[in-house]
């Protein structure tokens, strides 16, 4: 839940934003004089860079906010099933998913149980 992983998962945009940057300097600098385009290029460069700085930000508060309270039900060991994270996107729905599994498994585990104890007192009635 931290900066850092969060930059780290979103490595593959932030180097194209980069990349795009490079590249798009690049264009400027060949095709005008440099000492005329320069501050335009430097302008320009602190633009993109506050506006994708605003951009991560807002996608940072909001990743946060969405695995925050399913963190903390797993920290302090609570049961995780009204904590599973609301949205359509792919691993919200696949964290939903996996939680549904395991409720269907641990009920099937529990029926099996219920079973083989009803047979143990079923014999020691016997």
Known sequence: MTLFKYLKDLYRPILFFFLMILI?????ISSTDINKSLLDIIYLNLLFFSISIVFLTIGYVKWRNTYKELKRAMEL???????????????QKLIRDIIDIKNKEKQKETE??????????????I
Request: hydrophobic share 30%; aromatic share 6%; proline share 3%.
């Open 24 to 28: 798009m300097d690049l264009i400027l």
């Open 77 to 91: 060991g609570e049961n995780t099933d009204s904590f599973a994270p609301e949205g359509n996107k792919m691993e």
């Open 112 to 125: 099996e149980l219920r079973k083989n104890l009803e047979e143990i007192n079923d014999y020691k009635e």
